[in-house]
């Protein structure tokens, strides 16, 4: 089989070449990125290894300009990027470039080796779906969950000056927080301490602050994500405080005999009853304004955190999941389900999804009339 290996070093490329030879591949080796374009441009070389910076362009270009390529060829080609500790790499940054995997700087032959055998495993049209990776797929479906319960906020987040009912509010902060807080990112932080324990495993212990370095912004956004979530919470919970006293001002008694007097058209009962809304509304108009921005805060950062798992962090994580991995998290998986109550989630996500579904039709049918 033939690999690329791309340096601009003419002692480190012929080291790196030496390497790949001696596991039994042919190496075309490329000094820049013009010829390691070409070399990629050509159905029957499939895999990089990418051991330095060429002349001609820096990494950026040239990871982007391969990906171009592939998106023209219609085919993906696997990138491992070598790097050494003194690099101080961040792997989600390279991930985000492009580049599929890693090796470790000097090279260890059967390290390298394994990573190309996974990146050939990887360009197999199957390899998404293989069953090892149901525990990891399972999160992509709670993702699709997550998307709709964004639908619901956004369309909360219009509807918040009118006025949106406290039950809708409250049902809708305390659901976020226990489907993305207390079962989603729960499961994702499982997922990157395995991660975390598997690349050293199997980089050995050289590289193993690079990947905790690399994923703490993952880490970062669940703790950010969670920290918005609590608030959202608070700030609903003072708001309805708020409610209850402003309604508790306005007493039973007074209310009966007002509804009697506004029904006979009693002037004094309706101002003394508007009154007591406008208090209400003024006073839950107080807590609109910090709700806004916190419900913006919240789904502008899940969001991106949604795609950067996506399109990054969970496939790197596929790359060295085998089925005893699979196995387990499922196991931890099926933990904080039962923790949460397994019945409550599936109750609460088929709220979810047929709010949004509704929500959405109606917004459209608004905006058809
Ligand atoms: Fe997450
Ligand atoms: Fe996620």
Redesign the pocket.
Known sequence: MKIVAIDGDRISRRLLSNVLERKGYTVLQASDGKEALRFLNSRSVKIAVIGGPVSDMDMARLVGEIRTQDGINSGQSCLIRAMSRSDKIDILTELELGVDDFVEKPYNPDILYYRIRFGEWSLDPMFENKESFNAINS?FN??RL?RAMDNIFSIILKDLEKGVPDFVLGWATSTAFTLNFKV??Q??EILLSTIVDKLVFQHGEGLCDIPKISFERIADEHQKLELLLFEMREIFSQCFVEKERAMATFNKDQFNLNRGELEKNNETAIIDTKEHLNTYFSRHHEFSAPLKTIISQYTGLLRA??LL??QH??PFCKRYFDEEDNAKMAVEFGKIESEVGKHEIEKQSETVFQLSEILLKQEKNQGNR
Do not use: A, G, P, S
Request: hydrophobic share 35%; charged share 45%; proline share 0%.
């Open positions: 999160l709670e993702h997550l989603h990112e499961k994702e955190h949604l798992e996506e962090f969970i």
